[in-house]
């Protein structure tokens, strides 16, 4: 009788340690893969456009950047870059609350360089709205004119339908 209970005492320990190991591979999947982030955002944006899907584009813009879907198709789109390899560098994201800004690296084609000027990048501002990260086009051209024009706007506003 000994035996059976002994038995059953290792197969529910067995059964516990599953349980755990599979809990924390789910949460580092989450956490690492599936979690949403500014940089996630970015890169599903310009995939998007590259892609000239404009439903994935909707997706990963705020509500007020909706009317930039456009991009992902027309004389704006990318999709003719992408097969030609276009390339781009992701930066980290600097996080403030619920906004960031993410550095997008393009490089410059070597026959028009001009000086030390290697790349342009763009700053995208994304806001974090309903639990996602969200690129906001009309923060991201602020930011852009304020990068360009000093006290031309580059702060990041706040956005006009994040949750409070």
């Not at 190991?21 to 989450?30: E, F, K, M, N, P």
């Not at 070597?110 to 360089?113: C, L, S």
């Not at 009309?138 to 930011?143: G, M």
């Given at each position: 009788?000994?035996s059976i209970?002994?038995?059953?005492?290792?197969?529910?320990?067995?059964?516990?340690?599953?349980?755990a190991?599979?809990?924390?591979?789910?949460?580092?999947?989450?956490y690492?893969?599936?979690r949403?982030?500014?940089?996630?955002?970015?890169v599903?944006m310009?995939?998007?456009?590259?892609d000239?899907?404009?439903?994935?584009?909707?997706?990963?813009?705020?509500?007020?950047?909706?009317e930039?879907?456009?991009m992902a198709?027309?004389?704006m789109?990318?999709?003719?870059?992408?097969?030609?390899g276009?390339?781009?560098?992701?930066?980290?994201?600097?996080?403030?609350?619920?906004?960031?800004?993410?550095?997008?690296t393009?490089?410059?084609p070597?026959?028009?360089?001009q000086?030390?000027?290697?790349?342009?990048?763009?700053?995208?501002?994304?806001?974090?709205?309903?639990?996602?990260w969200?690129?906001?086009m009309?923060?991201?051209?602020?930011?852009m004119?304020?990068?360009l024009?000093?006290?031309?706007?580059?702060g990041?506003a706040?956005?006009e339908?994040?949750?409070?």
């Open positions: 009788m000994q209970s002994r038995r059953k005492g290792s197969a529910v320990v067995v059964v516990i340690v599953i349980v190991v599979l809990a924390i591979l789910g949460g580092a999947a989450w690492f893969v599936l949403s982030t500014p940089e996630k955002a970015v599903a310009l995939e998007a456009i590259a000239g899907d404009q439903e994935k584009l909707k997706g990963v813009l705020t509500d007020r950047s909706a930039f879907a456009g198709r027309g004389p789109g990318m999709s003719d870059e992408k097969d030609k276009m390339a781009y560098e992701i930066g980290a994201a600097e996080v403030s609350g619920e906004q960031a800004k993410v550095p997008v393009y490089p410059i070597e026959d028009m360089q000086g030390d000027m290697k790349g342009i990048t763009i700053n995208y501002v994304v806001h974090h709205v309903d639990g996602q969200k690129v906001d009309p923060d991201t051209i602020k930011s004119m304020g990068d024009m000093p006290g031309g706007g580059g990041m706040a956005p339908d994040a949750q409070p």
